[in-house]
């Protein structure tokens, strides 16, 4: 076997990825079409590991064995379609990482939801005095860990991007949140494409691991009954509890996990709204597997933090709240954001529309939104969505403007709520970039 490692791409995952791949004995090089980050140059220097920046020497990376790209490079992208037609395997991070790890994983999927889950379940585990690591969209990078620490359990984000990267890996434990329209730029326009990604969360379990599901979401519901579930399917529902599952009644979430069941007030969870009760059944359902303590349980349940950037109640200016919620890249994240206030809104929106249908928030921003400031390169499609819903629509192109404008129309007792519903790439780095601008021009006003 050839045991030349080439990575594309050297962000986190990347030299993560590089650092493993030393390790194991390959020949590694990291090849970045962009520049790499001074920190990251650094560690693959200290390691002495082989890279480029700016460019992709093609005839070196088709002499690879193995071919690790990051899950931000398009599988449609010319030079992966080459590397395909040479026969070039191409996986992800966590399917290289994976091929390492001989800790448990709970792996953690949906269109919305998945980092509040995801670090919320490590909070959990790690209260409970667990040697747990938190990985994939989130932490530090799978692969470095498995290099480099000793986790008995991983808690790991995977975004519909690293799941297209991954073919032998098995998750034990899996949680699909929901299914909604995202990235269908990526998926051909083809809803089905994005729903069989999500669905590779199950591949290769067994019926000793875990399936934990959405059983309210519709998409879910259809495609489980026309697929063989081969681990134990736990649903959880806003409903009465399954025999095995989690549900709600009255304003009690009742957990069933077989002999076991744990119950507790939605009102003491720490994270509020419907999206958020979903989201504290399944980090519960996943702890439970792993034996956690009823009050351990309910404690950390009840003094998680969240998360920056998802419905972060920041500050307020003259009787004015603003909210962060720049994570919102999608239409449905915005619509649990919009649901979940209940003062009239100012709303900041826009960026790089992925194929956006903002029907789905009509009636809410008719019943809710006073003003939309639209933020991007290209705010046409906003405009044409909510022309005539609301009264005021105006353009910006800076977060100085967008903030500045939002206060003025906004009055005391107004919430200013930045959920811009796209994606960042057109004026900011990444949406923690957009949301470190938004409160750094809110402390300026």
């Not at 093609?58 to 990051?70: R, T």
Request: with cysteine; glycine share 6%; hydrophobic share 40%.
């Amino acid at each position: 076997m050839d045991n030349s490692l080439v990575i594309l791409g050297a962000g986190e995952s990347g030299v993560g990825v590089a650092i493993l791949g030393q390790k194991k004995g390959f020949r590694v090089f990291v090849s970045d079409l962009g520049k790499i980050k001074e920190k990251y140059k650094n560690v693959l220097t200290d390691f002495n590991i082989d890279f480029e920046e700016e460019k992709h020497s093609v005839e070196k990376i088709f002499q690879a064995g193995l071919v690790v790209k990051s899950p931000g490079i398009p599988d449609t992208a010319p030079l992966i379609q080459q590397l395909k037609e040479n026969k070039i395997t191409v996986i992800s991070e966590i399917e290289f990482a994976g091929r390492y790890n001989t800790a448990k994983t709970i792996c953690i999927t949906g269109s919305n939801g998945k980092t509040t889950t995801t670090l919320l379940t490590y909070h959990i585990l790690k209260n409970a005095g667990l040697n747990v690591g938190l990985a994939g969209n989130v932490g530090k990078s799978f692969a470095r860990q498995v290099a480099e620490e000793d986790h008995e359990i991983y808690v790991i984000e995977l975004s519909s991007f690293q799941l297209d990267g991954m073919f032998e890996f098995k998750a034990d434990v899996a949680v699909l949140l929901n299914i909604t329209p995202d990235h269908l730029d990526r998926y051909g326009y083809n809803m089905q494409y994005y729903i069989d990604s999500k669905f590779r969360i199950i591949q290769n379990q067994t019926k000793s691991d875990y399936f934990i599901f959405n059983a309210d979401d519709e998409i879910i519901k259809r495609e489980i009954k026309n697929k063989q579930i081969k681990p134990v399917a736990i649903p959880f529902s806003l409903e009465k509890p399954a025999e095995m599952g989690a549900g709600t009644v009255k304003d009690q979430i009742t957990i069933n996990f077989y002999k076991n069941q744990f119950n507790m007030s939605i009102l003491d969870l720490s994270l509020h709204g419907k999206h958020n009760t979903y989201n504290s059944m399944a980090a519960g359902i996943a702890s439970m597997v792993f034996e956690i303590r009823d009050e351990q349980l309910r404690e950390s349940l009840s003094d998680f933090k969240g998360v920056e950037h998802r419905l972060e109640r920041f500050l307020k200016v003259h009787g004015i709240e603003f909210v962060n919620d720049s994570k919102a890249t999608n239409v449905n994240s915005t619509w649990y954001a919009l649901e979940s206030l209940h003062e009239p809104i100012v709303w900041i929106a826009g960026g790089i529309d992925k194929g956006n249908d903002y029907s789905m928030l009509l009636n809410l921003v008719k019943e809710k939104v006073k003003a939309i400031v639209c933020l991007g390169k290209n705010n046409s499609k906003l405009h044409a969505a909510f022309h005539g819903v609301v009264e005021i629509v105006e353009s910006v192109s800076s977060m100085e403007e967008a903030v500045k404008a939002a206060y003025y129309l906004a009055r005391n007792g107004d919430s200013v709520l930045l959920s811009p519903a796209c994606a960042s790439f057109d004026l900011f780095e990444n949406y923690e970039e957009r949301g470190n601008q938004f409160k750094k021009e809110v402390r300026n006003l």
